[in-house]
């Protein structure tokens, strides 16, 4: 859904603009804003959440798509995939339908029963693929891929990667080394044509398909973050580099660039063009000031427009990369016209300042705050994020200034 766009030349930010600059706000504060999931009680105190076609237990992923509405979230304490026929127009709109469990009042890893194609243990991030759907069914160790989304509940998929069958679940399908084949940990997925991209988050890669997978279990193309397939240590086993990753998470297109939340070092990695290689270094860090710093908030307690603490999920619009900050409880925008290593952001939300952080600004949750906001999709200006530690979906139009 990222458009291309004529850059000016990326210009190196000052360090006194990362701690005094005023934000842009990342979305509207006003007009249509929706929240799925919401389970508080009439004194703003989370209630226990038990699985109802209405509510959600840390959602983790979720996925507009942009020609035909549709809404799937990871509800992924609940083990399970909801969906909506269209983007809802009200709060707490019941799911048309449920994916990992019998109905919409079970809960249970892989619904307490044996893993098989109708199962789901921590469902986190998603994407639409092609006319499709992939989702990274995490402690399963897999990838399941629908090739048309999804439009019926108990709707099985036709792929799985990182298994050779429905039924396996193990870790690097029981080796003691990775391979092309085998994953641990996928937390997150995303697509760029017909490329399919995935973030083996405990094998401490990326691992990308250059084309549609037809069969179960088969291999990736291409590998980042390693020096190849069969090596899995943290950061390659050496320093962290602009090669090495610690907790791959988010994955995004923009333009033309390769984004990767590399959550483990509290860093985004840019690409500026498709790396043509397995083990390419990135060409652009956010969120540290060089390669060899990873400690959250630059290795201080606040944050500032520079830093990240964890960030989850990654998305783009147009001439923007939006982040979930995670541990700081924010999202944050950088303009294609500022990228550079260490760059300060210049959109924010659910905090008021850069220099703030908490799990909603250290209060009862609210319109504009969050806690712990994990997944984010975006699709015809309007932005979906799953706000995990509030236990809800949280879609708003962006501001106009974050869709130029």
């Known amino acids: 859904m990222a458009i291309s766009v004529r850059l000016q030349q990326p210009r190196q930010p000052l360090l006194q603009e990362q701690h005094t600059q005023q934000p842009l706000p990342l979305w509207e504060d006003t007009g249509f804003g929706i929240v799925l999931g919401d389970s508080l009680d009439e004194r703003g105190f989370p209630i226990p959440v038990a699985p109802t076609a209405q509510t959600l237990f840390g959602p983790r992923g979720c996925c507009l798509f942009l020609n035909n509405g549709l809404l799937w979230v990871a509800d992924t304490g609940h083990h399970r995939l909801v969906g909506w026929r269209t983007c809802p127009q009200a709060p707490n709109t019941p799911a048309d339908w449920v994916i990992g469990q019998p109905d919409f009042c079970s809960e249970g890893r892989n619904a307490k029963r044996a893993p098989s194609a109708a199962t789901l243990n921590v469902p986190t991030g998603m994407t639409a693929y092609g006319q499709g759907l992939a989702v990274a069914d995490a402690w399963n160790h897999r990838v399941l891929i629908w090739r048309q989304a999804p439009m019926a509940s108990h709707c099985p998929p036709d792929v799985v990667l990182g298994q050779d069958t429905f039924d396996a679940v193990d870790i690097n399908r029981g080796q003691a080394t990775a391979s092309a084949h085998t994953l641990y940990w996928p937390y997150g997925v995303a697509s760029w044509d017909d490329r399919l991209i995935v973030a083996d988050t405990g094998n401490r890669r990326v691992l990308i398909w250059n084309s549609p997978p037809t069969r179960n279990g088969q291999p990736a193309d291409l590998v980042l973050g390693q020096p190849d397939f069969q090596q899995r240590d943290e950061n390659a086993g050496g320093a962290p580099s602009r090669a090495s990753m610690r907790w791959p998470h988010g994955i995004a297109r923009w333009g033309e660039r390769l984004c990767i939340a590399d959550a483990g070092n509290n860093r985004i990695m840019v690409w500026q063009t498709w790396p043509a290689h397995s083990g390419a270094d990135c060409d ?26 964890m960030p989850y999920g990654i998305a783009s619009a147009n001439a923007w990369l939006l982040a979930a900050d995670t541990a700081n409880s924010r999202l944050l925008g950088w303009h294609a016209r500022d990228l550079a290593t260490g760059a300060p952001a210049r959109l924010l ?56």
Request: proline share 7%.
């Open 349 to 404: 939300a659910g905090q008021a300042q850069f220099g703030m952080k908490g799990d909603n600004q250290w209060a009862f949750p609210s319109p504009n705050t969050l806690c712990w906001p994990y997944g984010l999709s975006l699709a015809d200006g309007i932005i979906a994020v799953a706000d995990s530690g509030n236990n809800r979906i949280m879609i708003r139009p962006l501001h106009p200034g974050a869709v130029e």
């Open 284 to 309: 652009v860090i956010l969120g540290q000031t060089d390669a060899a710093q990873v400690d959250h908030n630059g290795g201080r307690y606040w944050p500032h427009a520079g830093t990240l603490n």
